[in-house]
């Protein structure tokens, strides 16, 4: 697998991929080689995400092509405090706004659109908002010498052409399921200055490709897992994926109801057999129970919680002040006294004049020192000063708890602190802030951060389709390819003309750009494995399905002499049982 990857990396090239998971692989696929051969040093290739490599083609430019760069949340701020000086309307949800403009200003540079175009060919009352509020989002930045990622790639092209920023002999691109004309036009620029531009290639031959029904969507996840059992009890160095079609409606039912499958009663086995399923799909940070417990500890600092609330702050094992069993009690004692919405200094007066259970003090002691954090931290302050506040708090809490922490909560611990570094770095756009303002800041930056730990020792990787760009597998499977479900529905955004979007070909403007998109993604499926099982549920509740056009129309063959087949077959597994 990945036999081109040695070559490349040998000869200094530089390795562009899809997504920062990709560039991931291919970096422990390469090392795993070296070590192989019997390697102790060599040179780190560079294998890079898109982003990540246009940062560093920005780096070797000189001091002339250094703009201030913002984040995606340096950028959100902006947005949101532009559109509320455009719209006076209390009912408009302003963040929800937010994501759709920063979304369509992204795909106006992506795509090569005059913005001037875009300003006149707005005729509804969102576009015409839009239109407004990217221009004073435009001359906002242009006064303070500030690009956001969506510009990235424009400010490295220029820098390329005027020969500011070095341009590397050869580019291998790899994952790549379409090139945006922003991306065709920072290509052309490194060919002029002699750079080879290359795609990697799949070179899996002999393909074929298998067509399942399965009864419904359940026993058609379950029938996965069951069926790469199967693979690794023949070989268990078998690299198995399953892509789900719509993984993005609900990751969390499909890992269970794969690793069902795959080790049946998964719940009660030991750690490695829970581990063994690798489900690629990240969650908002502020939905780990962690980082939700951090956040609402943050929010009493300023204001009152529910009487649910401090019970769950009274029994949660992630704040580690106070013995949790004391906790419990004391807990106990809240439970008999009317509810309220309760303050820090509110529940100390309360428990003042009780009985309380020995070594509650410690515990009401913690809390009262909430509410010296807001009386001592008054007026506003730089969101720097507040991040050290923030991490002292949790720290004097003793948050996530007492117990030694695992793999992934140390990554969610890591990427907590590296959220209040982005939380710290607002100080470009907001140079103060009160405190609930700061913990509303923090709240909505967790919300908008997907995070997925890095899982070790998981055999079966359960991704998206846009996911498995450039992966090879020795198994795969694919599922959910109903003709209800794939193509999926286009999705145009509804900020820019629909006859500006057709003009310029942006996504999903026009239906059959959409079902060739599909189409290309499907033959990228079939050919990332030697063996390719697809599958469909005949029924959906109470509706009945058929298997997508596309998979009729789609070569399963390779280029070589053997061209592969497509068979179907229909596989009858019980929903609520897997085939052993």
Not at 275 to 285: K, P, W, Y
Request: charged share 25%; with cysteine; net charge negative.
């Amino acid at each position: 697998m990945y036999g081109w990857l040695p070559d490349v990396c040998d000869d200094a090239s530089q390795v562009v991929t899809a997504s920062r998971r990709l560039a991931r692989l291919l970096t422990t696929e390469y090392n795993a080689r070296k070590l192989a051969s019997g390697e102790r040093a060599w040179l780190t290739p560079v294998i890079l995400a898109w982003p990540d490599w246009l940062a560093r083609l920005l780096a070797s430019a000189g001091p002339g092509r250094q703009p201030a760069r913002l984040n995606s949340h340096q950028s959100r701020v902006i947005w949101e405090s532009i559109l509320r000086e455009v719209i006076d309307d209390p009912l408009v949800n302003i963040p929800s706004l937010s994501r759709h403009a920063r979304d369509a200003w992204k795909k106006l540079h992506e795509w090569h659109v005059p913005f001037e175009e875009c300003v006149s060919a707005a005729s509804s009352r969102d576009q015409r908002v839009f239109a407004d509020a990217a221009s004073r989002y435009r001359e906002r930045l242009a006064a303070r010498n500030w690009i956001d990622e969506a510009m990235l790639c424009g400010v490295v092209a220029d820098a390329i052409r005027d020969g500011e920023a070095s341009a590397p002999e050869r580019v291998v691109l790899a994952g790549f399921d379409r090139l945006t004309p922003e991306a065709d036009g920072l290509l052309k620029a490194l060919r002029g200055h002699g750079t080879g531009i290359e795609l990697a290639t799949v070179e899996i031959t002999g393909r074929h490709a298998h067509v399942i029904a399965c009864d419904d969507p359940d026993a058609e996840l379950r029938t996965a897992g069951a069926w790469s059992r199967r693979q690794l009890e023949e070989d268990p160095d078998r690299r198995i994926g399953i892509v789900v079609s719509s993984l993005e409606q609900d990751a969390e039912r499909a890992g269970r109801l794969v690793r069902e499958g795959l080790v049946p009663g998964w719940q009660y086995a030991q750690g490695t057999r829970r581990t063994a399923v690798n489900v690629s799909f990240g969650r908002r940070l502020r939905d780990y129970p962690a980082v939700e417990i951090a956040l609402l500890l943050l929010r009493w600092t300023h204001s009152a919680i529910s009487g649910k609330d401090l019970s769950l702050l009274m029994r949660t094992p992630f704040l580690g002040a106070g013995d949790i069993d004391v906790r419990a009690r004391l807990e106990l004692e809240l439970r008999r006294i009317p509810d309220r919405n309760w303050t820090p200094q509110l529940l100390r007066r309360t428990f003042s004049g009780r009985k309380t259970p020995d070594g509650a003090a410690e515990w009401l002691t913690q809390v009262g020192r909430l509410g010296d954090i807001r009386r001592e931290q008054q007026g506003e302050v730089s969101p720097a000063h507040w991040a050290e506040v923030i991490d002292a708090l949790l720290e004097s809490f003793r948050w996530p708890g007492d117990t030694v922490l695992e793999s992934e909560d140390f990554q969610l611990v890591n990427r907590w602190r590296d959220l209040l570094n982005d939380f710290a770095r607002l100080e470009l756009v907001v140079p103060r802030m009160a405190l609930g303002h700061a913990v509303g800041q923090l709240s909505a930056m967790a919300s908008e951060t997907i995070f997925q730990p890095e899982m070790e020792g998981a055999v079966v990787q359960v991704l998206g389709p846009l996911e498995a760009a450039g992966l090879e597998f020795d198994q795969l499977w694919v599922a959910g390819l109903t003709a209800s479900q794939w193509p999926p529905a286009n999705r145009p955004t509804a900020l820019i003309s629909r006859r500006l979007q057709r003009h310029y070909g942006l996504p999903d403007a026009d239906p059959d750009d959409t079902a060739a998109y599909a189409q290309r993604v499907v033959d990228r499926l079939l050919s990332s494995a030697a063996a390719c099982t697809c599958s469909y549920p005949s029924r959906t509740g109470d509706s009945i399905e058929t298997p997508t056009a596309l998979l009729a129309d789609t070569p399963a063959g390779s280029a070589t002499e053997d061209p592969g087949s497509v068979s179907y077959t229909h596989l009858t597994l019980p929903t609520n049982r897997v085939a052993g």
